[in-house]
């Protein structure tokens, strides 16, 4: 069965930090690069971040550079997002794909509130 699981969301205070996971399918996960995108309420699925294959490459949206931080371990068919000095804004169902979106999970739900 094709599919992507998130995992690790939940309610942190401004300044925290979460660590989400997104455990797929070897199928899809397998030489794909990987990503992480988000949608607040009220407005459109934005780009976080990018994984490639090999985890050597990655790429972030500038809204979460320096503070979130992508990785993978393709030996649990895994992809993480490591996220730190979190803010309101950041608040957000977060969702795992594969890169070209052929492929996304249910999404976790994040939210940074006092």
């Known amino acids: 069965q094709v599919q992507l699981v998130e995992s690790g969301g939940g309610l942190v205070q401004p300044g925290g930090s979460l660590r989400l996971s997104c455990a797929a399918s070897?199928?899809?996960?397998?030489?794909?690069?990987m990503a992480w995108y988000r949608q607040a309420p009220g407005k459109e699925r934005e780009f976080v971040a990018a994984v490639s294959w090999s985890g050597h490459i990655t790429n972030y949206a500038a809204s979460v550079k320096g503070r979130f931080t992508i990785s993978r371990d393709n030996a649990k068919n895994t992809v993480y997002l490591q996220m730190n000095s979190l803010k309101p804004e950041d608040t957000a169902v977060y969702y795992c794909?594969?890169?070209?979106?052929?492929?996304w999970g249910r999404g976790t739900q994040v939210t940074v509130s006092s």
């Open positions: 794909s594969t890169a070209d979106g052929n492929y």
């Open positions: 070897a199928t899809i996960f397998s030489g794909n690069t």
